[in-house]
């Protein structure tokens, strides 16, 4: 529970500090996967914070969502499957 919420905290802090470098928030779901977050709880997360930001933070939201599902440059993609 504890990498559930350090997750929640980081992800959003990069959202408001870094939300036009994608790679540098692609570098943070890729820190979270090497520490052990499995492909549906990331989902799950992220799914769960487009309901409390604007338009322009879902927006990149989608695209970190995309880099989680796979559909993406595979090269890009957080998890194999």
């Known amino acids: 529970m504890i990498l559930v919420e350090r997750f929640k905290e980081d992800i959003l802090w990069e959202l408001e500090h870094n939300s036009d470098d994608l790679m540098q928030l692609r570098g943070c779901l890729v820190k979270y996967r090497v520490q ?46």
């Open 36 to 81: 052990g977050m499995n492909k549906s709880t990331m989902i799950k997360i992220l799914e769960e914070l487009r309901k409390y930001v604007d338009q322009k933070t879902e927006d990149v939201l989608l695209e970190l969502l995309d880099f989680t599902v796979g559909f993406c440059n595979p090269k890009l993609s957080i998890y194999e499957d």
